[in-house]
């Protein structure tokens, strides 16, 4: 190889000796070829998450009454359209013996609710949003055609009752069949049997004052009911007026134990 170097020198001398340029390049005679580029991987497709179970359902909420009802009379017992026949705008509901109103339960038992069916998937929507002295309503009438102004799927309009005190126990309350309510009263009687069911698997007591065992009752003198378009249940959770009844939906775990059973009655219903 040191041979072959020097006469490869000697022979440039010559060259340059006769005036010949040579330009010497330090480049190699054969540039290698590039690397091949990696191939690109194309990005890990983003995993599609399951449809939540209550995905394009609309559900409405009636809390029963308002806390400033018994604050506002004029407004209150004024007469309007109930489905049929004309009734007070509304009423101020009944309390515990140690004072509680109804209104205040039926509020955070239709917060629970509300909170379960959101993380469901479902659009909820209130008739009040706020539990307010300041407030009262709205009446009946709005109340009865407020699912079917919102595009529910159905609503629950969520009371207890106002009872002697040994008598106790949950019950529902379905929409008699009219010209009204022809169109809903069947699938309202299965929304009742729906959530009845579910208030029973969570030991829930049944009324043993009104609907003879069945905790279920018709009638046709409620405009929430007779003015409603979509499914319409109205749930009596217990007697206020009863010691027992009282203490359970007057503490939170007690509500939280309700909202869970109308949630499942619910979901029993649209069978998702």
């Given at each position: 190889?040191?041979?072959?170097?020097?006469?490869?020198?000697a022979?440039?001398?010559?060259?340059?000796?006769?005036?010949?340029?040579?330009?010497?390049?330090?480049?190699?005679?054969?540039?290698?070829?590039?690397?091949?580029?990696?191939?690109?991987?194309?990005?890990?497709s983003?995993?599609?998450?399951?449809?939540?179970?209550?995905?394009?359902?609309?559900?409405?909420?009636?809390?029963?009454?308002?806390?400033?009802?018994a604050?506002?009379?004029?407004?209150?017992?004024?007469?309007?359209?109930?489905?049929?026949?004309?009734?007070?705008?509304?009423?101020?509901?009944?309390?515990?013996?140690?004072?509680?109103?109804?209104?205040?339960?039926?509020?955070?038992?239709?917060?629970?609710?509300?909170?379960?069916?959101?993380?469901?998937?479902?659009?909820?929507?209130?008739?009040?949003?706020?539990?307010?002295?300041?407030?009262?309503?709205?009446?009946?009438?709005?109340?009865?055609?407020?699912?079917?102004?919102?595009?529910?799927?159905?609503?629950?309009?969520?009371?207890?009752?106002?009872?002697?005190?040994?008598?106790?126990?949950f019950?529902?309350?379905?929409?008699?069949?009219?010209?009204?309510?022809?169109?809903?009263?069947?699938?309202?009687?299965?929304?009742?049997?729906?959530?009845?069911?579910?208030?029973?698997?969570?030991?829930?007591?049944?009324?043993?004052?009104?609907?003879?065992?069945?905790?279920?009752?018709?009638?046709r003198?409620?405009?929430?009911?007779?003015?409603?378009?979509?499914?319409?249940?109205?749930?009596?959770?217990?007697?206020l007026?009863?010691?027992?009844?009282?203490?359970?939906?007057s503490?939170?775990?007690?509500?939280?134990?309700?909202?869970?059973?109308?949630?499942?009655?619910?979901?029993?219903?649209?069978?998702?």
């Amino acid at each position: 190889m040191r041979r072959l170097l020097l006469l490869v020198v000697a022979g440039l001398v010559v060259l340059l000796g006769a005036g010949a340029v040579v330009v010497l390049s330090s480049a190699p005679a054969h540039t290698p070829a590039a690397p091949p580029e990696p191939p690109s991987s194309s990005p890990a497709s983003t995993p599609v998450a399951p449809a939540l179970p209550l995905a394009g359902v609309t559900i409405a909420l009636d809390p029963g009454h308002q806390l400033g009802n018994a604050r506002h009379p004029e407004q209150v017992n004024r007469v309007v359209d109930a489905g049929g026949l004309r009734k007070a705008c509304n009423t101020t509901g009944t309390e515990t013996a140690a004072g509680l109103p109804e209104a205040t339960i039926n509020f955070r038992v239709a917060r629970a609710v509300e909170r379960r069916l959101a993380a469901l998937g479902a659009t909820v929507r209130l008739t009040r949003t706020r539990n307010s002295l300041a407030r009262w309503g709205p009446c009946v009438d709005v109340r009865g055609r407020f699912g079917g102004r919102v595009g529910a799927d159905l609503m629950l309009s969520i009371h207890a009752d106002g009872a002697g005190p040994r008598q106790r126990g949950f019950h529902l309350i379905v929409p008699a069949r009219s010209s009204r309510t022809a169109n809903i009263s069947g699938s309202s009687l299965r929304l009742a049997r729906s959530v009845r069911a579910a208030l029973d698997a969570a030991g829930a007591r049944r009324s043993d004052y009104v609907g003879g065992g069945t905790a279920l009752r018709v009638r046709r003198d409620l405009g929430t009911l007779n003015l409603s378009s979509v499914p319409v249940v109205m749930v009596e959770l217990g007697n206020l007026r009863n010691a027992a009844d009282a203490r359970l939906l007057s503490g939170r775990p007690g509500q939280e134990r309700y909202a869970a059973a109308l949630v499942r009655g619910i979901r029993g219903f649209l069978r998702r």
